[in-house]
Nanobody
Framework: QVQLAVSGGGLVQAGGSLRLSCAAS????????MGWFRQAPGKQRELVGA????????YYGDSAKGRFTISRDNAKDTAYLQMKRLKPEDTAVYYC???????????????WGQGTQVTVAS
């Protein structure tokens, strides 16, 4: 059973960048689809994007297209979310998650990291 630890959140000015990391342990990282989600106060959890097991295929949610990049390093058991040109509306708690098969919906992911707060100041 894989455990996920998210790091890299914080406070950033609008237009700035942040990179989140999701370190996996206790499982075969390369066998999991890795997803990134976010949840703002009062809103539903939404998909930022998901990476295939090899990293060769990445699906992005509408809010992430053109500004965010998802990648993974299977040798380091780590997934990444690079965020650029951040906007105040990107403020949320960001989570990484793992799924055994192809997945994009939150319910399809079985394992979740603890979440990290990203706050974008205007």
């Amino acid at each position: 059973q894989v455990q996920l630890a998210v790091s890299g959140g914080g406070l950033v000015q609008a237009g700035g960048s942040l990179r989140l990391s999701c370190a996996a342990s206790g499982g075969s990282f390369s066998s999991y689809t890795m997803g990134w989600f976010r949840q703002a106060p009062g809103k539903q959890r939404e998909l930022v994007g998901a990476s295939s097991r090899t990293g060769g295929g990445v699906y992005y949610g509408d809010s992430a297209k053109g500004r965010f990049t998802i990648s993974r390093d299977n040798a380091k058991d780590t997934a990444y979310l690079q965020m650029k040109r951040l906007k105040p509306e990107d403020t949320a708690v960001y989570y990484c998650a793992a799924a055994k098969g192809e997945a994009v919906a939150p319910t399809e992911f079985s394992f979740w990291g603890q979440g990290t707060q990203v706050t974008v100041a205007s």
